[in-house]
């Protein structure tokens, strides 16, 4: 993990690449959900082309939109790596097939969830395919509190808005708790 000072803060902000990264249902293979997500952080390591450089805290956090299914364990991990967006995302999606994740409808359950937040300040946007910053990432506390606790003067990097702004205007129907087992 690279060593930062105060001045470099700024500089680590905007050159930040930042997965969010949830779970809420249990794997034969690695148990509870933050088993299974540190599993993945580490699988992602592996080939030596992609750094954690830093993991948020643990958030369980209640389904968005409400519903029945079991609460979420969520966080957020800033990296560093020379793949481009396009190929971290398709690495993002091979670790979630290998770990068992099935993409059949938005908002279901799911074993694991792998989103590229932001990468840096590049913008992406392509009809049907990827959209860099995360489209609704401005509006999941399950990803701005995490990420807070990453890189606290981030600035995304379409609105203008630090993560404590946005986070002042999050809806007050978000249920987040910050996980006291790690």
Do not use: C
């Not at 930062?4 to 034969?28: K, Q, R, V, W, Y």
């Not at 997500?37 to 956090?61: H, M, P, W």
């Not at 840096?120 to 049907?128: D, K, N, Q, T, W």
């Amino acid at each position: 993990m690279r060593n930062s000072s105060p001045s470099d803060t700024s500089m680590i902000a905007d050159d930040a690449i930042l997965i969010a990264f949830g779970a809420n249902l249990p794997t034969e293979e690695y148990g509870a959900p933050a088993q299974t997500l540190k599993a993945a952080l580490r699988r992602l390591a592996e080939n030596g082309d992609i750094s954690i450089d830093q993991v948020s805290s643990f958030y369980e956090t209640a389904p968005v939109p409400i519903s029945d299914q079991p609460w979420y364990v969520n966080g957020v991990a800033r990296i560093s790596t020379e793949l481009s967006a396009h190929d971290l995302l398709e690495r993002l999606h091979e670790v979630e097939a290998e770990f068992g994740r099935v993409r059949r409808e938005r908002n279901a359950a799911r074993v694991i969830d792998l989103d590229l937040i932001a990468y840096g300040r590049e913008l992406v946007r392509e009809e049907g395919g990827i959209q860099v910053p995360h489209p609704r990432m401005a509006e999941r506390a399950f990803v701005l509190l995490p990420l807070r606790d990453v890189v606290a003067d981030w600035v995304h990097p379409v609105l203008s808005r630090t993560v404590d702004d946005l986070i002042s205007d999050l809806p007050a129907d978000q249920q987040i708790r910050k996980q006291t087992n790690g």
